[in-house]
């Protein structure tokens, strides 16, 4: 257990419908980031907040997609009609800002019917 | 900007070892290794910050050639424990401490399987 946690763990939803996630970081991390992770592939980088301010995002997130990180703590992943290509493991990831290490929380799995 | 890894799957005996390279086609300017079990979140192994700097976690180590743009993760007597996809992560640019980068491009993992 890193500290970092994801809900729900698994999200069956069918296509078309709107689903979203939430990440809670171990409290002192300022820096949260959300990575997707396919089938035999890496986290790939969606977007990252420093605070509740979103920094960057990615150009795999496309307009259904959207994140917030209001008061800094407490994230939320929202999909909206949603895709078969949206199945995937979302990841959590937070950071100190004075260190290197990112911690992943334990994901949750989306599956698109 | 993905790093390239090798090789993609390694099968191992107990006590014997193996070896993970990460190489990308840009600058590479830090690397961070990961292991993830299955069905679990990746878990930070150690970063190299500086070429030819190499780190040690127990009986797993790594090196990193920043000229040569690769690095490599060094697994010795392996054990049971040591299941699962190592990744390796790199950095768009060169990191700062407290700056606000962090964004890490991964490469696509190496499976690696201990067998007793």
Same mark, same amino acid.
């Given at each position: 257990?890193? %500290?970092?946690?994801?809900?729900? !763990?698994? *999200?069956?939803?069918? !296509?078309? &419908?709107?689903?979203?996630?939430?990440?809670? @970081?171990?409290?002192?991390?300022?820096?949260?980031?959300?990575?997707?992770?396919?089938?035999? &592939?890496?986290?790939?980088?969606?977007?990252?907040?420093?605070?509740?301010? &979103?920094?960057? *995002? $990615?150009?795999?997130? $496309?307009?259904?997609? $959207?994140?917030?990180?209001? *008061? %800094?703590?407490?994230?939320?992943?929202?999909?909206?009609?949603?895709?078969? %290509?949206?199945?995937?493991?979302?990841?959590?990831?937070? *950071?100190?800002?004075?260190?290197?290490? &990112?911690?992943?929380? @334990?994901?949750?799995?989306?599956?698109?019917? | 900007?993905?790093?390239?890894?090798?090789?993609?799957?390694?099968?191992?005996?107990?006590?014997?070892?193996? +070896?993970?390279?990460?190489?990308?086609?840009?600058?590479?300017?830090?690397?961070?290794?990961?292991?993830?079990?299955?069905?679990?979140?990746? +878990?930070?192994?150690?970063?190299?910050?500086?070429?030819?700097?190499?780190?040690?976690? =127990?009986?797993?180590?790594?090196?990193?050639? =920043?000229?040569?743009?690769?690095?490599?993760?060094?697994?010795?007597?392996?054990?049971?424990?040591?299941?699962?996809?190592?990744?390796?992560?790199?950095? +768009?640019?060169? =990191?700062?401490?407290?700056?606000?980068?962090?964004?890490?491009?991964?490469?696509?993992?190496?499976?690696?399987? +201990?067998?007793?």
């Amino acid at each position: 257990d890193t %500290g970092v946690s994801q809900n729900p !763990r698994h *999200k069956i939803t069918k !296509r078309g &419908q709107n689903v979203t996630f939430r990440c809670d @970081p171990i409290s002192e991390h300022n820096r949260l980031y959300w990575y997707r992770q396919t089938l035999g &592939q890496g986290p790939e980088f969606l977007t990252y907040f420093q605070n509740e301010a &979103q920094l960057e *995002k $990615s150009r795999l997130l $496309s307009d259904r997609f $959207s994140a917030e990180r209001p *008061k %800094g703590s407490f994230s939320t992943l929202e999909i909206q009609r949603t895709e078969q %290509g949206d199945s995937a493991m979302y990841l959590c990831a937070t *950071k100190d800002s004075l260190d290197y290490e &990112q911690y992943f929380g @334990p994901g949750t799995r989306l599956t698109v019917t | 900007q993905q790093p390239v890894q090798s090789p993609q799957a390694v099968i191992l005996r107990e006590g014997e070892d193996a +070896v993970i390279n990460c190489s990308s086609s840009k600058a590479l300017y830090s690397v961070h290794w990961y292991r993830q079990k299955h069905g679990e979140a990746p +878990v930070f192994l150690m970063i190299l910050l500086k070429g030819g700097e190499q780190k040690g976690h =127990e009986k797993i180590s790594a090196s990193f050639n =920043e000229k040569k743009q690769q690095s490599s993760l060094y697994l010795t007597a392996s054990q049971l424990s040591y299941s699962g996809t190592y990744f390796c992560g790199t950095p +768009v640019s060169r =990191e700062v401490r407290g700056s606000t980068l962090g964004r890490l491009y991964f490469g696509r993992g190496t499976q690696l399987t +201990v067998w007793p």
